[in-house]
């Protein structure tokens, strides 16, 4: 079937429906990382204090353990998908303005409680967004879809942030998180509005919803491939992620510096990076675009590499994290499109988290070394080591067959148009 054009694809309800879905995602995520421990430190709560929160954020690797739940049991309400959605967002509008009851200095348990509970209830939506996602999207929206999705995301975490700290000086931190609580609205009427997917018939059972998903991946053929190749997909990025601020301030850039480079125009550009994939995508085939996109984001480093030899120099520093956000976003457009192709639908939700887990874990694994291998590299050899491991993702994608590891399942046609006279929240 010749590939849509982007025109027909930008037609799509569901294109644009993600936006918001995806901001509703990434709002709750800094509200109990960067911006809680912001209102912590403006309270005076010590530094360790400070440090031990960002264990809330366990739920957020775990989510594959209670992600079964949800591919097997259905909500008397909205679906299997559109059902749990709504359910997580309308308790995280509670949760979230229920942290500006309490305050961290005088209750830093309660506080710590509230965020674990605000931080499940964030996983739990991304588990069934994630599982939404793979089973609405047909496979020549899924570029351009999760662009939209991961651009929602973003501005999400930037109200989250940016917005968040200006509305702190003006409201106080505890009608802040009122105002945040209040916001997640946008994912409301997103789900409301939101078609179902297709009926797929769900695990049998609760044994059935744990067991099946990793039965049915594991016994398909280049399984062990594919996921090697999820974990050296983005391998260079993980060395290279954590080190990249010391090797910053190591050159003799400012904070102010560092934030208004790397971190708001690094966040622009990878929201640039992620359009610009979706829309490529739409025309590249899934192989292209995983090739072309990994040796982009492989290649990048090198910019830090040429900043590493040039020393401290303001262009030269927005020009590689431009090049590098830029190409991350490229790369994670392609990734999230593949690993949906990968995904049963009876069992989405379990198999996209369980993926996704396995590479986020093996590569932070990896990634914590990353401090001893500059350290013992040197920067420009680091960097150069850094774009070196995309290489051997991009020779194992050219050994892999067009289509390894696919589940066997029909793609399902698109979900039909609503009649005009339908209410929008029905199936």
Known sequence: MPNP????????????????VGFASGLPLWLTGVTLSAWMKNEGVNLKTIGIFSLVALPYTFKVLW????????????GRRRGWMLLTQVLLMGAISAMGLV?????????ACMAVVVTFLSASQDIVADAWRTDILTMEERGLGNSMYVTGYRMGMLVAGGLAFVLSDILGWSKTYYVMGLLMIVGVVATLLAPEPQ??????????????????????????????????YKLGDAIAASMVTPFYIELGFSNTEIGALSKTLGMLATIGGGLLGGVLMVKLSMRRALFIFGAAQGLTNLGFLALSLVGKNDLMLATAITLDNVCTGLGVMAFAAFLMSLCHKSFSATQYALLSTMGTIANRLIGSVSGYL??????????????????PALVLLTFLPEHAARPVEDEPPAPQAMPPSAPAASV
Request: glycine share 2%; no cysteine.
């Open 374 to 391: 500059a350290t013992w590299l040197g920067w420009p050899t680091f960097f150069a080591f850094t774009a070196a491991a995309a290489i």
């Open 5 to 20: 054009s982007l025109l027909t694809v930008l037609k799509s309800r569901r294109i644009w429906l993600l936006m918001a």
């Open 103 to 111: 305050n961290p200095k005088d209750a830093p348990i309660a506080m």
């Open 67 to 78: 992600a079964p739940l949800m591919d097997r049991y259905t909500l008397p309400f909205l």
């Open 199 to 232: 009926s797929v018939r769900p695990p049998r059972n609760l044994l059935d919803a744990v067991v099946k998903p990793f039965v049915d991946y594991f016994r398909r053929e280049y399984a062990l491939g594919v996921l090697a190749f999820l974990v050296l």
